[in-house]
């Protein structure tokens, strides 16, 4: 998984109020578990903003009164209105045990589908994944070069080393469509050889 760093600080008065007071002041309150401690925080909301706006899923390491955490985000809450993150947990990655993270869907290659005029369907951005810290990849590769028109690529094939998914097996990640020009083409074809037969 890819790193980042970030800069915190302990918060001392974790109630609704010293939260509301924090977001005032352009900071954003937080909670670290998942480790040997639970530790309430808060950070700049320009760096979480930085952080939120990218696609990948990182390993934030978050600088505490000089001690530092490997985390990921496990949960943000935003703003009904605004959209801006009102509040964010992070789940402390302790080596050799199992997290559950979500993580960028990346295809490679050309499919001959695509090639031959059909549309490729994406259906996960990002897939649900359990695994421990050190087994986990920065996104999940998945070729398509091989996929033909009416071909998908279900979950349960889209595997990755030491982890396993949390989406349903069967659930179809990525397909190769017809689209009406393929279908009409096919239509064609299929009326000229008719034709010829006769």
Do not use: W
Request: net charge positive; proline share 5%; with cysteine.
């Amino acid at each position: 998984m890819k790193q980042i760093s970030l800069s915190g600080s302990p918060r001392e008065n974790v109630g609704r109020q010293g939260a509301a007071e924090l977001r005032r002041s352009g900071r954003v309150p937080g909670v670290l578990y998942g480790g040997n401690d639970r530790i309430h925080f808060s950070v700049d909301s320009m760096d979480l903003e930085k952080i939120m706006r990218q696609p990948e899923t990182f390993q934030i390491n978050i600088d505490l009164n000089g001690k530092t955490y490997n985390t990921v985000m496990q949960e943000v809450q935003l703003h009904p209105v605004s959209d801006k993150v009102t509040h964010i947990d992070l789940l402390e990655l302790v080596p050799g045990k199992e997290v559950r993270v979500s993580l960028p869907v990346r295809l490679t290659g050309s499919s001959e589908g695509v090639k031959a005029g059909g549309k490729l369907v994406l259906n996960y951005r990002k897939m649900r994944i359990i695994g421990k810290p050190e087994d986990l990849p920065e996104a999940i590769t998945i070729d398509i070069s091989h996929l033909n028109i009416g071909d998908l690529v279900r979950v349960r094939e889209a595997a990755v080393p030491g982890c396993r998914f949390a989406e349903a097996e069967a659930s179809a990640v990525v397909a190769v469509q017809a689209t009406r020009a393929t279908i009409a083409a096919d239509q064609a074809t299929a009326a000229d050889d008719k034709k010829k037969k006769k």
